[in-house]
């Protein structure tokens, strides 16, 4: 090899060419301009191609006598870039230049590259290249047949020509190329209608004929090589000729058909398929505008409707055409409202993945799982679903829906952004891959070679495989995620389901429509919806989404003014947080989670208006499920010492506990906890707070004496608290316990004792946006005549001396839990004798406590409580089951293990384990119990204060009933099972407990 040519092979393999020697002979075939053109042939998709193109495309200009080619591409890079680029990227239009020689001097017009290809020029173009006067109305072909077919493929093909130089060489956005596709396209039926008509002969004048495109050419975003969907309309000219008017609009289809299709020695432009007609191939070709019209009207599946979203007019008799897509619209935004719209149409998506090959699914940019489907299918739901209300978001365009769409709200922003990116991403390799060979393909190739030049093509230079590989992948992730979360959004079938009125929120139909729900003030009701929706924000277009749906959903609750006066209300405390109406709007769940709330429970209202951030636990998987007691507790100690002051630490530990009151109460509603799980969650907030509470008061108080505190404490929680068996509105009954530090003065340990105690009580009492914790410490030995705080010894020394029978009983429910955990051992070691007694009771102490409970009976029922029906105080409410309970533990404990326990219910399976009580009267103990329980727990819910009668409002009456899971029109019934279980408890009491 000479030096010149060992030169030439060495910068040739330094600027990327794979094959160098080859190249330079290419490169030589070019004379002395091929050095100077080097770099642009290197910059291009493949440059081994492109050196081979040009050279052949040289010499084919120099055989028909233009040598101008080569010192022209020297001279003007513009046009050098233009020409290269498509040698690089495409064998199919470089073997067509090939063919055409004289068509390289189209790309030298700079204007290819600033002005675009209208479809009206398109059009002109194609028109007359098969010799018809484009100003006609019905353009007629003057050329034969033959000539007419291959002058339309050699004009196509030129006008693409210019479509992928400019698509190449200037960058122009992938959907702007697509158009220009679509446009010629439209141009190229056009066309070959215009053959058609000189085919058919003069009845053509009988009928007239559109051509409406479908699917992408619809949309105007067709690929590089498509078939493409057109459907075929008709109407006679003679209006009393109907069936020869649509045989000839046949004859005219079909010719245009064979014309776009058949293969002549030009090749073939692209199929056109018409199977989106009615009844598909099966079907008549071509159709009058009423029989389309009766078919969509009473035959039409799902599918169709959606294939429709995308009819335009785009050949053929244009005032025809605008009455086809004018009469076809209405029905494509009104097919939602068909039985399983929604479903119907994740379902056909769902089948074609499923239907893919096994080995092309994985590399299908297409129908494959992240590919172009997934993206239209997501954009085209959302637009059939929420247009019907919303005309800007009616675009057939999958990009500008996109953007309409992300405007509108209906789209997060960053969801949008992500999307439209991995689209066009998508799109480009589509078309580069289709570019190559002019080839419908819609696979990515695995051979190594192949995949070089689709990465280089697509811009990948300096590892082409590998980071088109990466980059492909992580967009197909994305755009499958984004699937998932907008194709499968719960509203979708929710907005589906509303009535044709009811997705508006216009004022009259609104005010019918809040009446029929059954609003109490439709009114008020309109004046929230207006503050909430009016004006042109982002927030408002999302809300007026969402409150179609919600309104029905607030309907369903018991409460529906309530309802929608919370969500205005929540909407006003967190409109300006970005991921609250984002929430709403993808999770379905969150969102009727949300209404039923606001619509049932003051309670969980109130929470939600003090702390609105909650509202985001609704729509988490695991968001609504109680926390461990552990964690709590060390999130109320950390989050109470991280602050300076002791107001500040309160302040924490009470918005810990206020969230996660809000979690059990949404939870207790949504899921329908258990009111033994609801007792034990509230249990363990409520431990938590006091935990916390008692670190910050021990911190103040040591600070205030300016020193470390003399002395350990534990909280002993006693009642309902003690047994896990709090309610919503129940106070935490405790007694304060210490024990002086070793060597510590007794005294001086006693006064930090009382001063903690008396901190942790002021703290807890500080006016606040959260429900009350009151401590009461009425239990204690003395009650409120004793101290407030004792040690062990003198509890020990309390006990062992003075304690009573009533005393014992309440320490059946104490449980020392807070605080130093050594402390609390001890004490429940001194108090376990005390009220679980080795001997029992004896006959003195049984009258005693039936005495005391007698007492309780007479004084503390409420005036005017029907003793009937009192939750806790009535016959065979929770006093007396409680009472019975403890009798038999305080009896037989001592010998029974089962029983030494503070919970009622596990009390009561010890019982009837050691024979104490038989099984069926324990099961009406446990059962009044429980439906009394939840009854309190849910009038708490409803009312939003604790209550112990039943409402007499009617609406709260039905909340009540609704919430414990009775319907909302069977509160009766929920009266009835109650006074039928407290019969039946009471009848169990009067023999157990009374004897």
């Not at 067709?222 to 009393?240: H, K, R």
């Not at 009469?327 to 409202?337: D, F, N, Q, R």
């Not at 190559?436 to 819609?442: E, G, K, N, V």
């Not at 589906?496 to 059954?518: I, M, N």
């Amino acid at each position: 090899m000479s030096r010149p040519a060992a030169s030439l092979t060495s910068r040739l393999t330094r600027l990327g060419f794979v094959d160098a020697e080859r190249a330079a002979a290419h490169v030589e075939r070019l004379g002395p301009h091929g050095p100077a053109l080097l770099p642009l042939v290197a910059a291009s998709a493949e440059p081994d191609l492109c050196a081979r193109y040009l050279a052949a495309l040289a010499e084919r200009c120099a055989e028909v006598g233009d040598h101008d080619l080569l010192p022209a591409l020297e001279d003007d890079e513009g046009c050098a870039m233009r020409i290269l680029t498509v040698l690089g990227a495409s064998p199919a239009l470089g073997d067509h230049l090939l063919r055409h020689p004289d068509h390289w001097r189209d790309l030298c017009d700079p204007a290819i590259g600033s002005t675009r290809m209208t479809a009206w020029w398109m059009r002109d173009c194609l028109v007359r290249a098969v010799g018809a006067d484009p100003d006609d109305a019905e353009p007629v072909s003057t050329l034969t047949d033959a000539e007419a077919c291959d002058a339309l493929r050699v004009a196509y093909r030129r006008l693409l020509l210019l479509i992928a130089a400019r698509d190449l060489a200037h960058h122009v956005r992938v959907d702007d190329v697509a158009a220009e596709l679509s446009d010629l396209a439209a141009a190229t039926l056009e066309a070959a209608l215009a053959v058609a008509r000189a085919a058919v002969g003069e009845s053509r004048d009988r009928c007239r004929l559109a051509v409406i495109a479908m699917g992408k050419c619809g949309g105007r975003e067709l690929n590089y090589v498509s078939d493409v969907d057109v459907i075929f309309v008709a109407e006679p000219v003679d209006d009393d000729d109907e069936p020869g008017a649509l045989r000839v609009a046949t004859q005219l289809a079909s010719n245009l058909i064979r014309v776009c299709s058949d293969h002549t020695a030009e090749g073939t432009i692209w199929p056109v398929d018409a199977a989106l007609r009615p009844e598909g191939k099966a079907g008549a070709l071509v159709r009058t505008l009423s029989s389309h019209q009766g078919y969509y009207e009473r035959w039409a599946s799902t599918w169709e409707f959606q294939a429709l979203l995308k009819a335009r007019h785009v050949a053929g008799d244009a005032e025809l055409g605008a009455a086809y897509v004018e009469t076809i619209t209405p029905m494509v935004w009104s097919a939602v409202e068909r039985d399983n719209f929604v479903s119907d149409v994740q379902a056909m998506r769902r089948r074609v993945v499923d239907n893919l090959r096994s080995d092309e699914a994985d590399r299908q940019i297409k129908l494959g799982p992240g590919g172009l489907r997934d993206v239209e299918f997501a954009v085209q739901l959302l637009q059939l679903v929420h247009g019907r209300a919303d005309e800007r978001i009616r675009l057939p365009t999958t990009l500008s829906a996109l953007t309409e769409l992300t405007r509108g709200g209906y789209v997060g922003r960053e969801d949008g952004a992500a999307l439209e990116a991995a689209y066009m991403f998508l799109r480009t390799l589509e078309h580069r891959l289709q570019l190559h060979r002019l080839r419908r393909t819609h696979t990515v190739p695995d051979d190594a070679e192949e995949m070089r030049h689709l990465g280089r093509a697509m811009g990948f230079r300096r590892q082409p495989v590998e980071q088109l590989e990466a980059a492909w992948r992580t967009h197909a992730r994305e755009v499958r995620r984004l699937h998932e979360k907008l194709f499968y959004r719960p509203l979708l079938g929710a907005v589906a389901a509303l009535p044709g009125e009811g997705a508006r929120l216009a004022p009259d139909a609104a005010k019918q429509r809040l009446a029929a729900l059954g609003y109490a003030d439709p009114e008020a009701a309109f004046r929230h919806l207006e503050a909430m929706t009016g004006g042109v924000s982002r927030s408002a277009a999302i809300r007026r989404q969402l409150l179609p749906v919600m309104l029905g959903w607030f309907a369903d609750a018991p409460d529906p003014d309530a309802g929608l006066a919370g969500f205005r209300k929540v909407s006003e405390a967190l409109g300006s947080t970005h991921w609250y109406l984002r929430r709403l709007r993808d999770e379905g769940q969150t969102a009727s989670r949300l209404a039923q709330l606001l619509g049932t429970s003051r309670y969980a209202t109130d929470l939600m208006m003090r702390a609105p951030e909650a509202v985001a636990m609704l729509g988490d998987e695991g968001g609504l499920l109680p926390r461990s007691r552990e964690l709590l507790v060390k999130e109320s100690v950390d989050s109470g010492r991280r602050q300076a002051s002791g107001e500040d630490g309160i302040a924490a530990v009470r918005a810990v506990r206020r969230r996660e009151l809000f979690r059990i109460s949404a939870a207790d509603l949504t899921t329908g906890l258990p009111v033994e799980r609801v007792g034990e969650a509230l249990t363990d907030v409520t431990v938590a707070a006091l935990e916390g509470a008692l670190a910050v008061a021990q911190r103040v108080v040591a600070e205030s004496r300016g020193r470390e505190l003399t002395t350990r404490m534990a909280i002993v929680a006693m009642g309902r608290f003690g047994g896990a068996e709090l309610s919503y509105g129940s106070d935490a009954d405790v007694m304060f316990v210490h024990d002086p530090l070793d060597g510590a003065d007794a005294e001086t340990a006693a006064g930090d004792a009382k001063a903690v105690a008396n901190e942790l009580r002021r703290l807890l009492a500080i006016p606040g946006t959260d429900p009350e914790l009151e401590v009461d410490a009425d239990l204690r030995p003395e009650g409120r005549q004793g101290p407030l705080v004792r040690s062990l010894s003198a509890y020990a020394a309390y006990y062992a001396k003075w304690s009573a029978v009533w005393e014992a009983q309440a320490l059946l429910r104490a449980e020392a839990m807070i605080g130093d955990a050594d402390l609390c051992a001890r004490f429940t070691a001194l108090i376990d004798p005390l009220r679980f007694p080795a001997g029992g009771l004896t006959d003195d102490d049984i009258r005693e406590v039936r005495r005391i409970k007698a007492r309780v009976d007479d004084e503390r029922l409420p005036r005017g409580a029907d003793r009937a029906t009192h939750l806790k105080l009535g016959r065979g409410a929770l006093a007396d089951i409680e009472w019975t309970v403890q009798l038999l533990q305080m009896r037989y404990a001592g010998s029974v293990p089962g029983l030494r326990t503070t919970r009622t219910l596990a009390a009561l399976d010890a019982a009837v384990e050691a024979e104490l009580i038989s099984a069926p009267d324990a099961a009406d103990l446990a059962a009044a119990w429980t439906l009394v329980s939840r009854m309190r727990n849910a009038i708490t819910q409803v009312r939003g204060k604790p209550s112990d009668h039943l409402p007499r409002d009617g609406r709260e009456r039905a909340a009540v009933s609704l919430v414990i899971g009775y319907g909302p029109e069977e509160s009766d019934v929920m009266a009835n099972d109650h006074l039928r279980a407290t019969r039946r408890a009471r009848a169990v009491v009067e023999r157990v407990f009374w004897g």
